[in-house]
């Protein structure tokens, strides 16, 4: 019996290590990269923006129905931080993230998944920080 | 003495709910209060990015010089989800955050605040989600 309900969306924090440092600051490459790993969790995109800082580092955006994936890296420090928020039952976010670390050539990375809107648990009156500090590692 | 040293920047991740239910549905609306949001915290606005999904919801994203503010609304649910993310020591993401719950007029807010790219702790072979782990409530 699911006490909580479920969440409306699903959100992964990912810290991407040790990746590919010229990726990191080829925008197209990320561009393509980005969509390609929406496009392998099933999702559907809305709009895409990238924008590429002095003297390095990209951020990106790409808006999905079913929520958000960010990225913005750090090709001096061979680091980057990556967002995969997705609603539904039907997108799988660790689809996507897996393509992306694979895409980065990266060697190292740390994830968190939190739970986004669990209505539910708010009608409770329990507090929703009680569900979105739940980390899980993988 | 900081031995984990300072992590390259700062997320907040807000469960915003009790919002004013038709600003949640209003594009203009949300679109102005979250460039005034990262204006107020003091960055630059780089791309604004806003969806309207049927029949309702918005999805909307501010890519800022720091990093980006995200939001994706529920207006059924009197609901918003919001990421500021935020690099650097200028920027302060609560400020934005604090204007974000005024302008929807939430009566509730529950926020956890996440470190990303913490590089001194990354040469130190701990865990990087030691860190990224830690929610602080406000």
Known sequence: MTVLGNPLGIQLLAEIWECNEDKLNDMKCLEEMMTR???K???EIRK???HRFEPQGISGVVVI???HLTIHTWPELA???VDIFTCGEVVDPWDALE???QDLNAEDAHVIEIS????????SKKKITNTI???DTK
């Not at 986004?116 to 009608?123: E, F, T, Y």
């Open 48 to 50: 895409v923006v990238f």
């Open 99 to 101: 393509s992306i670390i």
């Open 41 to 43: 969790a099933g999702a």
């Open 79 to 81: 680091y980057a931080a």
């Open 65 to 67: 129905s079913e929520s």
């Open 133 to 135: 500090g739940q980390a």
């Open 37 to 39: 790993a929406a496009n």
């Open 116 to 123: 986004r809107g669990m209505k539910n648990l708010r009608r």
